[in-house]
C-alpha cells in the first residue's frame, strides 16, 4: 500500500543539473521526515539530503551549496534539485521515509550518472 517512486534520473555532463522526484503514495510526506541516500557500486550507502515534516532540511558537506531538497505537500511529491554535478554524484538515488513506530519506506531507486 506505501510506497516511493523515484524519478528524474539520467545522464549528465559534469557541471550540469538534475531534478529527482520521489512521489509517495499510501501516507503523507508531509507527517515524516524524508531523505535522500545515494549509492556507488562497492561503496556504502550515503545520506545526501533530509528534510523534516516541519522543513527543517540536512546536508552532507560534499553537496551543500550545489543540492536542494523540497517537498510539495499537494503533490504529495519530495524533489531533489542537483546542480553543479560531479562525477563523485554518480550512483543510485534512493528516497527514504522515516516513520516513527512504522518500518522505513524505501524507492526503487533511480541512477543518476554523470561524465567527465
Do not use: H
Request: proline share 3%.
Amino acid at each position: 500500500q506505501v510506497q516511493l517512486v523515484e524519478s528524474g534520473g539520467g545522464l549528465v555532463q559534469a557541471g550540469g543539473s538534475l531534478r529527482l522526484s520521489c512521489a509517495a503514495s499510501g501516507f503523507t510526506v508531509s507527517s515524516y521526515t524524508m531523505s535522500w541516500y545515494r549509492q556507488a557500486p562497492g561503496k556504502e550507502r550515503e545520506l545526501v539530503a533530509a528534510i523534516s515534516g516541519g522543513g527543517s532540511t540536512y546536508y552532507a558537506d560534499s553537496v551543500k551549496g550545489r543540492f536542494t531538497i523540497s517537498r510539495d505537500n499537494d503533490k504529495n511529491t519530495v524533489y531533489l534539485q542537483m546542480n553543479s554535478l560531479k562525477p563523485d554524484d554518480t550512483g543510485v538515488y534512493y528516497c527514504k521515509a522515516v516513520r516513527p513506530l512504522r518500518y522505513d519506506v524505501w524507492g526503487q531507486g533511480t541512477q543518476v550518472t554523470v561524465s567527465s
